[in-house]
């Protein structure tokens, strides 16, 4: 570097009078005054001397403190700064967060009525079903007998999609697969069909799963899991002809309740044999991982946590009641809750499990429940032959868009089959 160059080579004079405030300012130091003070500190240090009092006449220590006032002797410190530190300037959100109470807070309000109503006329009053389920396009299916209706929660319309013949029928079980276009439907004759929402045709019937009606359904990707009363659960994979891929038993009731897991390794059954199964996907055998009896009725109501892949909640009906958690890794119950009545929905809080709210209105006991993709709503439907709907979770930030790359490969080969 040059040892010539200076700021104002460089056009960045700074004036005399905007010195740095961390700066010392020659102008107003005593360098006489500096220069007797260290001497005579070290004067002092090199003979071991120690400063001491000394005894002084009133008259001679009032002409000393005279002399130093005059003199400008009576200073502590040797260096001085012409102007103080500016004052931090006045900072409306500081002063504010300084002397603002911290916000408690707010209470989520949970509405205590259901936010629409819509008549589920011939709805099967029936515990062991599943005839309800909400699709990833935001469209509610809902078999009422013998027939499918379709309501689109967007323009809210309401649409009959397709009804099955006498002999085939009732509906039994609806799910809607994962691109949300394709909705399977289990029958009272043992057959699991396979529709198009979009085009309303049917795509596939799969004969010979079951011996009698499926009243469970479930989805794992390309897998369509089915669950009769003969107490069988089988995975069809819809890509191929020979759709069964895998058999599981041990229930010895009707199967009423299927779900997988988040990571589609582990499938929770329920039966109203009272018992619960876990079963894992990696097992090369088709034995249950877990065999879970604690319930004391049948066993519908199956959830995982989304955000801890091991835990399973299960509820079981009727004269049971009861919410238990499971820890799927160990097959341990890690905590169980009495819900009380069946006519009403309520809302717990994991995991104190307190109650945080009664939502009231069914006349009958409430057999069929579902989400909406968004998490916002819950809809259920009862006995009383009502479908309600439950603001109970708010509106999340964002909402997800369905991935449409991924919507029609499960059934993409599918009209190919003959």
């Keep these: ?67 130093a006032e005059t003199l400008g002797l009576n200073r502590t410190r040797i260096l001085a700064f012409r102007n103080k530190p500016q004052p931090p300037l006045h900072s409306h ?97 043992s057959q699991v069909q396979l529709w198009d929402s979009s085009s309303i045709r049917k795509i596939r019937t799969l004969n010979g799963v079951h011996h009698s009606r499926v009243g469970s359904l479930a989805w794992n990707n390309h897998i369509l899991t089915t669950g009769g009363m003969d107490g069988k659960i089988i995975n069809n994979d819809v890509r191929i002809r020979s759709h069964v891929v895998g058999t599981y038993r041990g229930h010895t009731g009707e199967i009423c309740g299927l779900k997988w897991s988040g990571s589609g390794m582990q499938l929770a059954s329920g039966g109203n044999d009272n018992v619960v199964h876990v079963w894992d996907r990696s097992s090369a055998s088709s034995r249950w991982l877990h065999r879970l009896e604690e319930h004391t009725s049948a066993v519908k109501a199956l959830a995982w ?17 009861a919410i238990k958690f499971w820890n799927t890794h160990t097959g341990a119950c890690l905590n169980s809750v009495d819900t009380g009545s069946q006519n009403h929905l309520a809302l717990w809080k994991y995991p104190s499990l307190v109650k945080m709210a009664e939502l009231t209105g069914h006349t009958s006991r409430v057999l069929y429940m579902t989400q909406s993709p968004d998490g916002s709503t819950v809809a259920s439907a009862a006995g009383d032959e009502s479908l309600r709907f439950w603001d109970v979770f708010g509106m999340p930030d964002t909402a997800k868009k369905p991935d449409q790359k991924a919507a029609h490969e499960p059934f993409s080969p599918v009209p190919r089959i003959r």
Excluded at 22 to 34: E, K, V
Excluded at 44 to 64: F, H, M, Q
């Design 305 to 321: 946590c989304p955000f801890q892949s091991n835990l399973l909640a299960t509820g079981g009906g009727g004269t049971d009641g």
């Design 93 to 189: 959100y500081h002063s504010a967060s300084l002397h603002q109470q911290p916000l408690k807070p707010r209470r989520r309000r949970i509405p205590q009525s259901c936010s629409k109503v819509l008549d589920a006329p011939n709805i099967l009053d029936d515990f062991y079903l599943n005839l309800l389920d909400w699709g990833s396009r935001n469209v509610l299916a809902i078999a009422l007998g013998h027939t499918l209706c379709l309501w689109d929660a967007s323009t809210g319309s309401v649409s009959e999609f397709v009804t099955i013949e006498e002999d085939q029928g009732p509906i039994t079980s609806i799910s809607w697969a994962p691109d949300g276009s394709h909705v399977a439907l289990g029958l009272n004759n």
């Design 1 to 67: 570097m040059n040892a010539g160059m200076n700021w104002k080579e460089h056009g960045r004079k700074i004036p005399k009078e905007n010195l740095d405030r961390f700066i010392p300012n020659r102008s107003a130091m005593d360098f006489d005054f500096a220069h007797h003070a260290l001497t005579e500190a070290l004067i002092e240090a090199r003979d071991g001397k120690k400063k001491e009092a000394r005894e002084l006449s009133p008259s001679k220590e009032a002409y000393r403190k005279r002399l």
